[in-house]
């Protein structure tokens, strides 16, 4: 078993920067495809950024150009660099582990909210 634990979440005003860390029980980043995604209140779980075992990098449309995904094998540790925040980013904030074996195996961080607010 793999436990995901995010932090680095917060309020914050428009326009400002906040980071989030995910860090894993195990080092298994190296072997999996790692993201973030949010959900906001009344809505679906979206994804925001995504990043591959070979380092490609995946945006959702609307926080491309804001938001940086990062990831530190060694340290097991997963990052989202988020700028120019806007209150459309207010959301609880998900860390995801896909480990790529056969079936793929998910794993889920409790989440961190993000509250973007003046």
């Known amino acids: 078993q793999v436990q995901l634990v995010e932090s680095g979440g917060g309020l914050v005003q428009p326009g400002g920067s906040l980071r989030l860390s995910c860090a894993a029980s195990?080092?298994?980043?190296?072997?999996?495809?790692v993201g973030w995604y949010r959900q906001a209140s009344g809505k679906q779980r979206e994804l925001v950024a995504t990043?591959?075992?070979?380092?490609?990098?995946n945006y959702a449309d609307s926080v491309k150009g804001r938001f940086t995904i990062s990831k530190d094998n060694a340290k097991n540790t997963l990052y989202l660099q988020m700028n120019s925040l806007k209150p459309d980013d207010t959301a609880v904030y998900y860390c995801?582990?896909?480990?790529?074996?056969?079936?793929?195996?998910?794993?889920w961080g409790q989440g961190t909210q993000v509250t973007v607010s003046s």
């Open positions: 995801n582990a896909r480990l790529i074996v056969i079936p793929p195996q998910d794993y």
């Open positions: 195990r080092s298994i980043f190296s072997l999996s495809t």
């Open positions: 990043v591959a075992i070979g380092g490609n990098t």
